[in-house]
């Protein structure tokens, strides 16, 4: 039971390239989510998804799209990296919207920064 | 949109010491959770509240929810360095499905 995989760990882009950040959890939850951390700003949420083939938008969405086309995939894609995007990104995921008893499984986090 | 504040956004201790962070809503929750995140690490699931009043205990830490269900505190006893990290409440909007973090208390533990 490997939990909430993310990949790549690190990742350096140059302004304008994209890339997919990937996620995988092995639970059958099925609402999982994207977070961004930044100095001081706590977790912001980007964009989420309650089940297979339904995605809406989170606090922050602007610049990134998200699918979910199975259960346990939910990559967030970066369609034109900007400076501004340079963050920690957490995928998370709970088999309840609200967290429930056990709450959000968090993965490791992939450390991006556009150049 | 609906806010979750969290004061003190610092707080530097000293090992043995108390320390209490507070979480802030503008409108009622039906419940909230608590996240424990290390430096350079991914946050943790500590613990969910639900009933008004509500009270749980994690040996030294403490969670309370409102009795109005719109604050609550988590107080941990006799602080140790293990207890490093930034801690986050957590919450549902309201009518929507987004899971919304709290702004954090960061905690520092001085030997």
């Known amino acids: 039971n490997a939990g909430v995989t993310q990949t790549p760990k690190f990742q350096v882009l140059k302004t304008g390239q994209s890339m997919t950040l990937q996620c995988a959890q092995d639970?059958?939850?099925?609402?999982m989510s994207w977070y961004r951390q930044d100095p001081g700003m706590g977790l912001r949420l980007i964009h989420y998804s309650v089940g297979a083939g339904i995605t809406d938008q989170g606090e922050v969405p602007n610049g990134y799209n998200v699918s979910r086309s199975t259960t346990e995939d939910f990559p967030l894609r970066l369609l034109s990296a900007a400076p501004s995007q340079t963050s920690v990104y957490f995928c998370?995921?709970?088999?309840?919207?609200?967290?429930?008893?056990?709450?959000?499984?968090f993965g490791s986090g992939t450390r991006l920064t556009v150049v | 949109g609906q806010q979750v504040m969290q004061i003190p956004q610092y707080q530097h201790v000293q090992e043995g010491e108390d320390f209490t962070t507070y979480c802030n809503s503008s409108t009622t929750l039906s419940n909230i959770q608590w996240y424990k995140q290390r430096p350079g690490g991914h946050p943790v699931f500590l613990i969910q509240l639900v009933k008004s009043g509500e009270v749980k205990k994690q040996k030294r830490l403490t969670f309370q929810f409102g009795e109005a269900k719109k604050n609550s505190s988590l107080h941990i006893t006799a602080t140790q360095t293990t207890d490093v990290g930034t801690y986050f409440c957590a919450q549902t909007t309201s009518g929507t499905y987004k899971y919304i973090f709290g702004t954090g208390t960061r905690l520092k533990v001085l030997a």
């Open positions: 998370a995921s709970s088999y309840s919207i609200m967290g429930g008893s056990s709450g959000y499984t």
């Open positions: 639970m059958n939850h099925e609402y």
